[in-house]
């Protein structure tokens, strides 16, 4: 008997694998296949290894690794076990790495993928630690024959997974999201795309990505193929293209910023991509002017479709499909869409005589909750509705300034606080200046984004110093912050301005990047 009601995301892939047992659920451009009744079955070997390692649900299991097989079954372990997992990024430094563990105190670690100074810190972690390189290991659950492992007692309410953001205080935010959560993205992304068992998804997010999250549950909930890209195959684009097109891709998923790198060193052409029918990205604005020749490529065959959401609400809530008139209006970012169908959005007016103007407030089933072990920065973002007091009413405020036009679209203006999107990723500029405030020869500092055409930036710290120099600087910091969160300059001053509150004055900062 068909199955139609899913209360938990453990119980809702079994019935997936019912259906579509012998279809491949993940395809690797190495030409390895896995089936959903191959998946699965190495999931249930490892729940059953988790659970002989004492986790239970409700555990914290985190998880390094480069999308191989046995990490992707390891995130199908933990829901079926009601454990949470959380995939952290293997190339942050680990100072930054430190600091999620100890917020989420993981009962084991898992990792296929790590260096010498992971591989110290895990060591000094009370964790359990499993190798998912190890053969024997490998050999264990692959070849696993039991009942299918899902605790059925895992309600729509219970956490998934948490997704870690940056933090204005130094610190990352472990934003958290229930089965509930998922399910509902799962059953929007499938019907708002069309997806069906004979769609083959892109994988180029890094996993640690909110992104990810549409990737991996969008495919493998559906029946579809999802193709597990690792880094080093996304930073070459031409074998990453190659890669795609010989696979049949049929649905990417990206930032702008991948397909802006793409296009600008032409490694996509016309002949390209031919079996991608929908370009969906988000995370950042789109430059115009690279949206067009994106358009001009692919949108005779295929739709470009423009999402936006936060973390903390399952990442996308709305979503636009581009027209010929938003290529043609270069004067402004894509409109971020209609709000999507089971959300509920409100606008905080900055002005009372503009109620449509405003930050954008979201609520409904994709709304997390919160932020794991910080309840004081959970109160701060998940708000009761500020026009609702009969009943609880738990919004998450976005931060985003937005405009909703007439006919519902809402277009977005800026942020109201100091977070950035940046290469993709959501950034508080303040951690990048608890980064620097750290090194004790930095007297002051602040950080500000420099904005270029076509909506692209770039970070810039200012700094007086005791002794040092620019390059010190920024080598320095490369062992506390991410990459992508290292600023691009340090511009050095005697002291930094003010303002009337003694506080550094940004706005001047700003105006001495114009001279």
Known sequence: ?????????????????????????????????????????????????????????????????????????????????????????????????????????????????????????????????????????????????????????????????????????????????????????????????????????????????????????????SGASLCPFPASLVEESGRLIGAINELGCTIWFSVPSLLVYMLTTKSIGRDDLQAITRFVFGGEGFPKARLAQLHALYGNRAQLINVYGPTECTCICSSHVITEEDVADQSRLAPLGLIAPNFECWIDPQDESD???????????????????DPERTSASFVQHPAQGSYRSVYYRAGDLVRRDAQGVLHFLGRVDNQIKHMGYRIELEEVEAALQALDYVRQCAVVYKSHAQGLGEIVAFAALDEGSPKRVLADVAGTLPPYMIPRQVNLLNELPTNANGKIDRTALKELLKS
């Open 355 to 373: 109620p449509d103007t405003g930050e954008l407030l979201l609520g409904g089933p994709n709304v997390g909750l919160g932020y794991y072990n």
């Open 1 to 221: 008997m068909d199955r139609a009601y899913h209360y938990n995301l453990g119980q809702a892939f079994l019935h997936v694998v019912e259906q579509h047992g012998e279809r491949v659920a993940l395809a690797y451009a190495s030409g390895e296949r896995v089936t959903y009744a191959e998946l699965n079955t190495l999931s249930n070997g490892l729940a059953t290894h988790l659970a002989a390692l004492g986790v239970a649900k409700g555990d914290v299991v985190c998880i390094f690794s480069d999308k191989s097989k046995y990490a992707l079954g390891s995130m199908l372990a933990c829901i079926k076990l009601g454990a949470i997992y959380s995939n952290l990024d293997v190339r942050s430094p680990p100072s930054r790495i430190a600091k999620m563990l100890a917020t989420c105190t993981p009962r084991a670690i898992l990792h296929d993928a790590i260096g010498p100074a992971l591989t110290e810190l895990i060591a000094e972690n009370d964790a359990a630690r499993v190798d998912l390189t190890d053969s024997t290991l490998r050999a264990q659950v692959v070849a696993a024959d039991g009942p299918d492992v899902c605790d059925m007692t895992v309600s729509g309410g219970h956490p998934a997974y948490i997704m870690f953001t940056s933090g204005s205080t130094g610190f990352p935010k472990g934003a958290v999201m229930s089965h509930a959560n998922v399910l509902n993205l799962v059953d929007w992304g499938r019907t708002t795309f069309d997806v069906t068992p004979e769609d083959v998804f892109t994988s180029v997010n890094p996993i640690y990505f909110d992104n990810s999250v549409f990737d991996f549950y969008t495919s493998l909930f």
